[in-house]
């Protein structure tokens, strides 16, 4: 039986495993462990696995500002896919972003990975009429660009 449940600190290991087998072209920001740490620092309670028997297959996290929530880095071990966990796991944040208020949840697809359609699909989503834009940041100690006098 899977039980979706919060991330706690032991499943650092396997949740990076899941995530890099499902997204190895991921950018070095986008790294298993920066990422948790930031999650944990940030609102922990937004992050959640699935767990089979103790064994974690899957995860997702979620996030929430009050004006939408957002899904990102949701993952199924290949081991484990179309066996209801993915969607276990999106019932599961969805359910928590609507008792907080949220109206809408937002998540993007990266280019090239279509195949995620089907899935988002079957569980009611719908491509919004949108161009999705990013600003990357640059680490508080990197050079600025422009020499400061
Ligand atoms: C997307 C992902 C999380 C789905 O997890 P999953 O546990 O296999 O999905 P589920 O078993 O809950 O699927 C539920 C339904 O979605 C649909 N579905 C799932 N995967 C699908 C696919 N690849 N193509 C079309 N429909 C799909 C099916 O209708 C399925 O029900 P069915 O198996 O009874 O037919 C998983 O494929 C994965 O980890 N992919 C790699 C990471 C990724 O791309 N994440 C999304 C980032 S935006």
């Not at 071990?77 to 907080?100: F, P, Q």
Request: aromatic share 8%; net charge negative.
């Amino acid at each position: 039986m899977v039980l979706v449940r919060p991330f706690v600190l032991e499943d650092e290991a396997a949740v990076a495993a899941i995530w890099e087998e499902a997204f190895p072209a991921d950018p070095p920001r986008n790294a298993p462990r920066g990422l948790i740490e930031r999650k944990l620092a940030r609102d922990s309670e937004l992050f959640w696995v699935a767990d089979e028997g103790g064994r974690v297959v899957g995860a997702v996290v979620a996030g929430y500002d009050g004006v939408r929530g957002w899904l990102y880095h949701l993952a199924v071990a290949s081991s484990h896919r179309r066996r209801g966990i993915g969607a276990a796991l999106v019932e599961h944040a969805v359910d928590t972003l609507r008792s907080l208020g949220c109206v809408k949840v937002n998540l993007q697809v990266r280019r090239g990975n279509d195949s995620v359609r089907g899935f988002y699909e079957a569980l009611g989503w719908v491509e919004d009429p949108v161009m999705s834009m990013g600003l990357l940041l640059e680490p508080p100690d990197a050079s600025p660009r422009v020499p400061v006098t």
